[in-house]
């Protein structure tokens, strides 16, 4: 699977949209990109997914670029209760892959 | 559906004993798998399952041991604990077929002290 790269941490106020890039430069043409995030203590929840194509559902919305090196997951209105850390994935379509996750980004939405 | 549950929710041991992590789920996945979190960290894969009665290495598997007898259970055993194994242990489990996205669902987690 490739290899992603996401920034440590980010602050965001609340109400504002939160932004959380990632880069994965080396991902292959059949490589989907995965958001999940986890709250403090929790197991972690899947967000979203996506392939080519900009995708929203009722949690966020991610944006890939056209090169698919890199994608951005959009929080429309931070709520305090998305402080949590985000983890992008990239990983090929395959039943039988195991998943890795990287260090992720944590998110602090501010009052 | 319940989906993942883990059992137990906190548990503390001394270095040497062993037990066992109890994980079951009742969505019919064949993938099942454990990770270990510790303080700051990210999740680490310790092993993983795709169906009954196949299991595999993950990133850390040293001082664990799993099994596979049913598709809906994925236990975890420490056969004689160590202060490194102190931990917040995830199970997780997903489909491996459908076409569909292969989402996975974790479950509680289970608090591991080794004194």
């Known amino acids: 699977d490739a290899k992603t790269t996401q920034p440590p941490s980010m602050d965001c106020a609340e109400g504002r949209a939160a932004n959380l890039p990632c880069n994965h430069s080396?991902?292959?043409?059949?490589?989907?990109v995965y958001w999940y995030r986890q709250i403090h203590s929790q197991g972690p929840q899947y967000i979203i997914h996506g392939l080519k194509n900009n995708e929203t559902n009722e949690m966020a919305s991610l944006i890939i670029t056209e090169d698919r090196k890199s994608s951005t997951l959009i929080l429309p209105h931070a709520t305090l209760r998305d402080t949590a850390v985000y983890y992008c994935i990239v990983r090929v379509k395959t039943s039988y892959d195991k998943v890795i996750f990287g260090p992720g980004t944590s998110l602090s939405v501010i009052p | 559906n319940a989906g993942v549950t883990q059992t137990p929710k906190f548990q503390v041991l001394k270095t040497g004993q062993s037990m066992t992590l109890q994980c079951a789920q009742d969505?019919?996945?064949?993938?099942m798998s454990w990770y270990r979190q510790d303080p700051g960290m990210g999740l680490r894969l310790i092993h993983y399952?795709?169906?009954?009665?196949?299991?595999d290495q993950g990133e850390v598997p040293n001082g664990y041991n799993v099994s596979r007898s049913t598709t809906e259970d994925f236990p975890l055993r420490l056969l004689s604990a160590a202060p490194s194994q102190t931990s917040v242990y995830f199970c997780?489990?997903?489909?491996?077929?459908?076409?569909?996205?292969?989402?996975?669902?974790f479950g509680p987690g289970t608090r591991l002290t080794v004194t």
């Open positions: 080396t991902i292959s043409g059949n490589e989907y």
């Open positions: 997780a489990s997903r489909v491996t077929g459908g076409g569909g996205p292969l989402i996975q669902y």
């Open positions: 399952s795709v169906g009954a009665g196949i299991t």
């Open positions: 969505m019919n996945h064949e993938y």
